[in-house]
């Protein structure tokens, strides 16, 4: 089973990211503070990970900071994980 | 002292002739927006003066003084008519808020184009809605956003040239043209389009209940309103910094973050990167901005993040905040002085109106949660609901409406000359957009309700229509449900505003799915996305309900007033129309 950092990214870039338009993107890469994912947009991938992980991630901790990487939102997932 | 003085003092002594004098106006000099924002600023002696501060995300940081403004917009413009383009051509403008942007947006208006700025963000059906509208026959963009316009280019007989102004120009397909103004000669002298009062300006498409967008369409002479409330309401002075921090794929974009501040020689900041907290305040920081014009979902977004990050970063630079796109809530003004030590003072006015048309003003008492008062020299009221006679009674709600004849107010709807008209509370059926803009009879009907209290203070309620603001932003629901039913699963769709703590309305989306086809949050996803991507991020339903059946009337109408009451909470009104099960 790929390793949850691996399916996030793997979203983010099908999702946002262009292929023409070369941007790299990370685990650590800051997806809401370079405009990668802008705060619209944010919810669609809120939708996924609560989807894809069957929890409920509150409105007051999906904040562009929490959402800001690939690794951040892993903690955010995981620490709802399994409430 | 503020630049207005006494509120009540200008409206006993205005004259429109007033933003001609502060702009230090002469009879006989060029009415070209393009040319007055660089040229006439560089004759003025301030050619040296920093014009722009840019900044993306990173390090990343350019500065460009009003001679460099001066050469790169001469740059584009000479590149455009060599391009042989003419003036009255549509040139859109589809690029993120890169130094480019603001270059090409003077050089086209230098040339005598019309510039069409569009949203970076918008998808590709967006995009093709407003070209085909306009007849865009060239479009500046960027190696990014280029693949949109090439999945549209062969449904779009009018538009000639793409034109890529920055990326990689080897990726360049058959037909496009490259062209970085930065990397180009500079261009010191052209002479620019002899525009007058009436020449057209500027398109930009705003959304209303039904049909596609319109394309509401400026002229030079529009600048008088921007340059006179840039003064009096931004309060903007010659040594000030200046920050606006809408994109001008939206009217605020241009109006006040390109002409208003250009105009009159003032250094301005672009901020090209994702919103955070901390990202604003180290651009406020360190640009040490001092005139700051945002909008309500920026700062409640900042509000979240509440005053301890605040604390952090030195911004005792800014001396005048005011807001703009949809209503400041009282709390937010309340936060903002206790945050800034300054409240954001709110303003109110609309794409088709060009400029600030009801504001507070400094110097004049602020009642949280109020728009303020009009403008001097707009005459504003409210008028009733269903009769349309002016209200006088304090408190009552109706339509918010201006008598026409302001500078900047629009000339047309693009192509729609009956829309435009219906705009227009009085009308005869035969009158001419001229005799509509200049009729001292007429009401410009806004679309927005509100009611005036005893002290002359507008308050705002809502729009009158289904339009949904949704961050300052306008979506029409026709266009989300139209997107919406070209997904494989929906059958019917209606699109509504539901509630939203920061960005006041997000678009909810109630669907009906084709036979065979279940709902799931796998279709929800997909539906998003495809909407997403499609029209743009804003019109990208945050939530969606499948229903059986979407509530109409007899004669088979969607009733979205019905579902918008539910959402708000509010009496939908009469259902006498409602069709029975």
């Known amino acids: 089973m790929a390793e949850m950092k691996d399916v996030v990214l793997e979203y983010v870039v099908n999702e946002y990211v262009d292929e023409d338009d070369g941007t790299t993107v990370s685990y650590d890469t800051p997806l809401i503070s370079s405009g990668i994912v802008d705060s619209f947009s944010m919810v669609s991938l809120k939708v996924f990970l609560e989807k894809k992980y069957q929890i409920k991630l509150p409105d007051d901790e999906a904040t562009p900071e929490a959402f800001d990487t690939v690794n951040s939102i892993v903690r955010l997932v995981q620490k709802h994980q399994g409430k | ?581």
């Open chain 2, 1 to 581: 002292m503020s630049n207005i003085g006494s509120y009540e003092q200008r409206l006993r002594n205005f004259d429109w002739g007033i933003a001609k004098d502060v702009l230090g106006w002469r009879e006989g000099e060029l009415l070209n927006i393009g040319a007055i924002c660089s040229d006439r600023v560089c004759a003025q002696g301030k050619g040296e003066k920093l014009a722009l501060v840019w900044e993306g995300f990173g390090d990343k940081r350019h500065t460009y003084t009003f001679n460099d403004l001066k050469a790169y917009s001469n740059g584009f413009a000479k590149f455009l008519a060599d391009q042989g383009l003419k003036p009255g051509d549509r040139v859109c403008i589809f690029m993120d808020r890169i130094p480019s942007l603001y270059f090409s947006f003077l050089g086209v208006l230098k040339m005598g184009g019309i510039a069409q700025p569009l949203f970076s963000a918008f998808g590709d059906e967006s995009l093709e809605v407003r070209l085909a509208s306009a007849g865009t026959r060239a479009i500046l963009t960027t190696q990014k956003h280029v693949k949109k316009v090439r999945a549209i280019h062969d449904k779009l007989p009018a538009l000639e040239k793409i034109i890529v102004v920055e990326g990689d120009a080897s990726k360049l397909k058959e037909g496009e043209l490259f062209f970085d103004v930065e990397s180009a000669p500079r261009v010191e002298r052209f002479d620019a389009f002899r525009s007058g009062p009436e020449t057209p300006s500027v398109l930009h498409y705003t959304s209303g209940t039904t049909g596609q967008p319109k394309g509401a369409q400026h002229v030079h002479s529009s600048i008088w309103g921007q340059v006179l409330t840039m003064s009096w309401v931004l309060d903007v002075r010659d040594d000030d910094v200046y920050w606006c921090t809408a994109d001008p794929g939206w009217v605020t974009g241009t109006s006040y973050g390109i002409i208003g501040p250009w105009a009159l020689g003032i250094t301005q900041c672009v901020l090209d990167s994702g919103f955070t907290a901390a990202r604003w305040y180290k651009f406020i920081q360190d640009n040490r901005i001092t005139v700051w014009y945002s909008a309500p979902t920026a700062i409640r977004s900042l509000m979240r993040e509440g005053t301890d990050i605040v604390k952090q970063f030195d911004l005792t630079s800014l001396r005048h905040l005011a807001s703009v796109g949809e209503p400041l809530n009282a709390e937010a003004v309340v936060w903002s002085e206790q945050a800034y030590g300054l409240p954001f003072l709110d303003t109110f006015w609309q794409t088709e109106t060009g400029s600030i048309m009801i504001s507070n003003y400094p110097g004049m008492k602020v009642k949280p949660g109020s728009m303020g008062k009009p403008f001097p020299g707009i005459t504003a009221t409210v008028l009733d609901l269903k009769t349309h006679e002016p209200i006088t009674e304090p408190g009552r709600v109706g339509l918010i409406a201006f008598r026409p004849g302001w500078p900047s107010m629009f000339r047309a709807y693009w192509g729609r000359p009956e829309t435009y008209r219906g705009k227009f509370v009085g009308a005869s059926e035969n009158a001419t957009p001229d005799e509509l803009r200049t009729n001292p009879n007429l009401w410009y009907v806004s679309g927005d309700r509100s009611s005036i209290d005893a002290e002359g203070y507008y308050w705002f309620v809502g729009r009158d229509d289904d339009v949904i603001n949704t961050g300052g932003h306008l979506v029409g629901p026709f266009e989300v449900e139209s997107a919406l039913i070209e997904h494989d699963a929906v059958a019917e769709a209606a699109a509504v505003g539901k509630p939203d703590p920061v960005n006041m309305e997000v678009v909810k989306a109630f669907v009906t799915l084709n036979p065979g086809v279940a709902a799931s949050d796998d279709l929800t996803l997909d539906i998003m996305n495809f909407i997403r991507k499609r029209l743009s991020p804003l019109a990208m339903p945050q939530e969606i309900a499948f229903v059986e059946k979407l509530p109409k009337t007899r004669s088979g109408k969607i009733l979205r007033r019905y579902l918008r009451a539910l959402e708000w909470g509010e009496d939908p009104g009469d259902l006498s129309t409602l069709e029975n099960d």
